[in-house]
Each structure stands twice: as structure tokens, then as C-alpha cells.
């Protein structure tokens, strides 16, 4: 896959938004945002958020991805009185000045982790940055796990800055291009370039378990609800695994850790192709940004879920004894 400049500003738009926040304030932060998550879905062409919070050991920075049908839409969103009150309102919580990069057109994939870098290219260079990320595309496609590198022209009235946003199929293998030596050196060499760039990561838990139909552009639900529903799938497969090939691998004799491993195998087999697109199905109401807009929603699919696991504890109580 090559870097590919999207300028069509028909096609969806995308605004990815960092903002680090200060220490002990991350629950009034979350209140802060689920505020801002209301009132952006009722803006004309919102397509659905994301929120990612930030992964151990790295400083206290939040990523939200806010999705529209078009770049009209985002910047109605941008510009708009509210979400200005928003900003107003939440200064206390913000360590620093949030940024944001607004990426237009582009293939959404929700099931990798992506990096979002945000250069600012000096004037007359940039014929000299696009050769220089195409140098930085070769290096990239030769390192394991790469899925795919896009690049998104300034848009007028919107951003004035490059974004560059590339995909790795795990969080382990993106940090190994990013921490290379490989990399440093073209960092070196790009510095004549542009004057200063940001990077953000972007990525998801269990995001290859959550798929809603080829070309969907919903996003992804948020963590906890993720890690619900796997655990909804998860327990039952584990438990019928272990009472019935488990039994069996016991008359074996097979060693405990071969055991394991291909219960392993075969329970997220059975997750992948068979539970987790049931389980969408079934809870699409819940776990889809587009549809859960309510706080009823949210407590109603999370207290469905609740339930369902506590009578499947209850179920295997009684049959296990």
C-alpha cells in the first residue's frame, strides 16, 4: 500500500484530538467527555467517538477520534458555540493546550493500532517532505506487523499542518518502527523539512472481535464495553472447553501446559468466528457509538450483560456441582 494524499473533501472526515490530563482529575475528565460525546451526536453527519485512554507507562494523554460524513460537518462541529463551552468548561482538567489533526477521506481500520503524526511542513518544502515520506513508506513496509501508511494534505480553513497516519496489526510492533534506528536517522534527515511534528497513538483492546459488516465506519465501543462482552463469551467457552476436551485431554495424560495451549487455540477460534459475531449482533444496540446515544442505553446493555453472566455462573454451579 502507498501514501496516499486524500483531497476529497466529500469523502468522511476524521478529527483526532489529544489532550493530557492533569493528575488525579482523569474521572472528572471522563464525566468531561461523556458531556462532550452527548452533544457532538447531535450535530448533522456524526458518525460515532472513540476514546482511548493512555497505555501504561506513558504520560496522562487522552486520545479522542470524533468521526463525520464530511469535512462541511466536522468544521460546523469545530467552529460551533458549543463545543467552544466545552473547551471552556474542561480548561481546569487539561494539562496544556489539547491539539487536534483533521484527517479527510482515508480507509478507517479499527482493528490494528495506528500512529497519527501531525508535521508542520516549512514553506517550500514540501515537494522535498513528500519524497522524504516516501523513503520513510520503504523502510516501513520491510518492518513486521505494517498494514498500510496514508497521508493527509492540509485543508483550508481547517489545518495547516501534514498528517501522516500509518498502521501496525499490534501496539509491540508499531513502538519497534517508532523506537528504531532506522527511523531516527530519517527523523535526522526530515528535520530539514518541517519545523516541529506530534505523534499519537491510536488503538484498541479486542478491536479484531468488533466488526459491524464490511465498510462500516461505526468505530468501535468503548473499552469496558469491550471487555464485557468478551468476558460474556469468554467464560462459557472456557468452562464447556475444560468439561469436555478437557476431560479428554486429562485421559491423555497430556502435560498440563500442551493442554493449555490448545484450549487456547481453540477458545479464541471459537470467540473469532463463531461468539464475537453473535455476540455483536445481539448487543449492536449497546455496543455500537451510533446507537448506544443514551445514558439509559448504556446501563440497560450494561446490566443485560450483568445478568447474562450471572446466570451463566449460576448455570455451571449447579451442573458442576
Same mark, same amino acid.
Given at each position: 500500500?502507498?501514501?496516499?494524499?486524500?483531497?476529497?473533501?466529500?469523502?468522511?472526515?476524521?478529527?483526532?484530538?489529544?489532550?493530557?490530563?492533569?493528575?488525579?482529575?482523569?474521572?472528572?475528565?471522563?464525566?468531561?467527555?461523556?458531556?462532550?460525546?452527548?452533544?457532538?451526536?447531535?450535530?448533522?453527519?456524526?458518525?460515532?467517538?472513540?476514546?482511548?485512554?493512555?497505555?501504561?507507562?506513558?504520560?496522562?494523554?487522552?486520545?479522542?477520534?470524533?468521526?463525520?460524513?464530511?469535512?462541511?460537518?466536522?468544521?460546523?462541529?469545530?467552529?460551533?458555540?458549543?463545543?467552544?463551552?466545552?473547551?471552556?468548561?474542561?480548561?481546569?482538567?487539561?494539562?496544556?493546550?489539547?491539539?487536534?489533526?483533521?484527517?479527510?477521506?482515508?480507509?478507517?481500520?479499527?482493528?490494528?493500532?495506528?500512529?497519527?503524526?501531525?508535521?508542520?511542513?516549512?514553506?517550500?518544502?514540501?515537494?522535498?517532505?513528500?519524497?522524504?515520506?516516501?523513503?520513510?513508506?520503504?523502510?516501513?513496509?520491510?518492518?513486521?506487523?505494517?498494514?498500510?501508511?496514508?497521508?493527509?494534505?492540509?485543508?483550508?480553513?481547517?489545518?495547516?499542518?501534514?498528517?501522516?497516519?500509518?498502521?501496525?496489526?499490534?501496539?509491540?510492533?508499531?513502538?519497534?518502527?517508532?523506537?528504531?534506528?532506522?527511523?531516527?536517522?530519517?527523523?535526522?534527515?526530515?528535520?530539514?523539512?518541517?519545523?516541529?511534528?506530534?505523534?499519537?497513538?491510536?488503538?484498541?483492546?479486542?478491536?479484531?472481535?468488533?466488526?459491524?459488516?464490511?465498510?462500516?465506519?461505526?468505530?468501535?465501543?468503548?473499552?469496558?464495553?469491550? /471487555?464485557?462482552? *468478551?468476558?460474556?463469551?469468554?467464560?462459557?467457552? =472456557?468452562? %464447556?472447553?475444560? +468439561? @469436555?476436551? $478437557?476431560?479428554?485431554?486429562?485421559?491423555?495424560?497430556?502435560?498440563?501446559?500442551?493442554?493449555?495451549?490448545?484450549?487456547?487455540?481453540?477458545?479464541?477460534?471459537?470467540?473469532?468466528?463463531?461468539?464475537?459475531?453473535?455476540?455483536?449482533?445481539?448487543?449492536?444496540?449497546?455496543?455500537?457509538?451510533?446507537?448506544?446515544?443514551?445514558?439509559?442505553?448504556?446501563?440497560?446493555? /450494561?446490566?443485560? *450483560?450483568?445478568?447474562?453472566?450471572?446466570?451463566? =455462573?449460576? %448455570?455451571?454451579? +449447579? @451442573?458442576? $456441582?
Amino acid at each position: 500500500m502507498g501514501i496516499r494524499a486524500s483531497r476529497d473533501l466529500r469523502g468522511s472526515a476524521t478529527v483526532v484530538t489529544s489532550q493530557r490530563v492533569r493528575a488525579g482529575r482523569d474521572d472528572d475528565y471522563k464525566r468531561w467527555q461523556e458531556k462532550t460525546n452527548q452533544v457532538v451526536r447531535g450535530f448533522d453527519g456524526f458518525q460515532g467517538t472513540e476514546l482511548y485512554p493512555p497505555a501504561s507507562g506513558e504520560e496522562n494523554e487522552w486520545v479522542v477520534v470524533f468521526r463525520f460524513s464530511g469535512v462541511k460537518q466536522l468544521t460546523a462541529w469545530l467552529d460551533s458555540t458549543d463545543r467552544r463551552q466545552l473547551l471552556d468548561e474542561g480548561l481546569p482538567l487539561f494539562d496544556g493546550t489539547p491539539t487536534q489533526e483533521v484527517l479527510t477521506g482515508g480507509t478507517p481500520a479499527h482493528d490494528v493500532v495506528t500512529a497519527v503524526i501531525s508535521h508542520e511542513v516549512l514553506p517550500g518544502r514540501e515537494r522535498d517532505f513528500m519524497r522524504w515520506q516516501d523513503k520513510i513508506l520503504k523502510e516501513q513496509e520491510r518492518r513486521p506487523g505494517f498494514m498500510g501508511s496514508e497521508m493527509f494534505k492540509p485543508v483550508e480553513g481547517v489545518q495547516d499542518r501534514w498528517v501522516v497516519a500509518f498502521r501496525f496489526d499490534t501496539r509491540e510492533h508499531l513502538d519497534g518502527w517508532l523506537d528504531s534506528e532506522v527511523r531516527e536517522k530519517l527523523l535526522q534527515e526530515g528535520r530539514g523539512y518541517f519545523r516541529s511534528y506530534d505523534v499519537r497513538k491510536i488503538g484498541s483492546a479486542f478491536g479484531g472481535w468488533f466488526r459491524f459488516g464490511e465498510g462500516s465506519d461505526e468505530g468501535v465501543p468503548p473499552n469496558w464495553k469491550q /471487555a464485557m462482552s *468478551v468476558v460474556l463469551a469468554l467464560y462459557p467457552t =472456557v468452562m %464447556i472447553l475444560d +468439561l @469436555t476436551v $478437557g476431560d479428554w485431554f486429562r485421559s491423555l495424560g497430556l502435560p498440563g501446559y500442551l493442554a493449555l495451549f490448545i484450549s487456547n487455540v481453540l477458545s479464541v477460534s471459537i470467540l473469532t468466528w463463531l461468539l464475537m459475531p453473535l455476540v455483536n449482533r445481539a448487543l449492536a444496540f449497546w455496543l455500537l457509538p451510533s446507537r448506544a446515544r443514551s445514558l439509559r442505553i448504556h446501563v440497560a446493555g /450494561a446490566a443485560l *450483560v450483568a445478568v447474562c453472566c450471572l446466570v451463566l =455462573v449460576t %448455570i455451571f454451579g +449447579l @451442573t458442576t $456441582g
